[in-house]
């Protein structure tokens, strides 16, 4: 696809800086909560996402690279070494894992497309009252969200690289406001937890072709970010580290 957006940008300015829970820790505090027994992770790197979270559990990542002990503490923790995409064209987790998902982490390719396709995929096998996390969609800087993997000059966030998933988050918003969307300030780069899923939902499949031409089209990448990071409101996460408070927002 081509969409106008060539960094670098020489001393980028910080639009927002986390001072929460670390986000790794967060879901992990989060899956304890929801009382996840199945887990869909869609990106999984070194595995220390995965290691966090200790029930059965399906990854899903072209290129694993672990470093961590993924499978302490799980029944099941099934690999899938391919993209996401041929990953829904080929499985339904629901059948290895035995039912719909609790918990899913989002945090695949960085480009606002692919995550958008993730989370379509994903809230179909969702339980309703689920939770999905997207990753990188609250970026602290506008050079850390070019669609090549080119990472931030800012001394604070060196080589940090969201991609333009942040557009994917705004997209949700505006399309999907029957969703419910809480914007964390989990560091280095935000987590977005969407919970009210909607497994029967249509709209972002009916509606695939035009949401993605419009975000393509816009012009001005970073005046975009700024006013979608001014327009977001920040939940603090360090309070939700108190079960209750988290259990209000995952079961209202
Ligand atoms: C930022 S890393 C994941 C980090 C991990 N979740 C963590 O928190 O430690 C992103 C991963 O997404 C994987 N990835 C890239 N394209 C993908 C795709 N199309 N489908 C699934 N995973 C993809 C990469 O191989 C990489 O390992």
């Avoid at 390719?109 to 339980?127: A, N, P, S, Y």
């Avoid at 609250?138 to 800012?154: C, E, I, K, Q, Y």
Wanted: charged share 25%.
């Amino acid at each position: 696809m081509n969409v106008r957006h060539d960094f670098p940008i020489a001393a980028p300015e910080v639009l927002i800086r986390h001072g929460g829970v670390p986000y790794v820790r967060f879901l992990s505090h989060a899956a304890r909560v929801a009382e996840a027994e199945r887990y869909l992770e869609i990106g999984t790197n070194s595995g220390r996402s995965l290691a966090a979270v200790s029930c059965s559990a399906v990854a899903i990542d072209p290129q694993f690279r672990l470093s961590f002990q993924v499978a302490d503490g799980k029944d099941l923790c099934l690999l899938y070494r391919m993209t996401s995409d041929a990953y829904f064209r080929r499985f339904d987790p629901r059948d290895a894992l035995g039912g719909p998902i609790d918990l899913a982490f989002l945090d695949g390719m960085h480009r606002f497309e692919f995550l958008l396709r993730d989370f379509m995929h994903v809230e179909k096998v969702m339980r309703r009252n689920g939770v999905v996390f997207l990753h990188d969609c609250l970026p602290p800087t506008a050079d850390m969200t070019a669609r090549r993997f080119v990472g931030s000059n800012h001394p604070e966030f060196t080589g940090f690289w969201t991609g333009d998933v942040w557009k994917t988050a705004d997209i949700l918003r505006r399309f999907r406001p029957d969703l419910r969307m809480t914007f964390l300030d989990c560091p280095p780069t935000g987590l977005v937890m969407i919970t009210d899923l909607d497994p029967e939902s249509t709209v972002l499949t009916d509606r695939y072709s035009e949401i993605v031409s419009e975000a393509a089209r816009i012009d001005d990448e970073e005046a975009a970010l700024g006013a979608f990071i001014r327009s977001t409101e920040i939940m603090p996460s360090t309070p939700l580290l108190a079960e209750e408070e988290l259990q209000l927002l995952i079961r209202p």
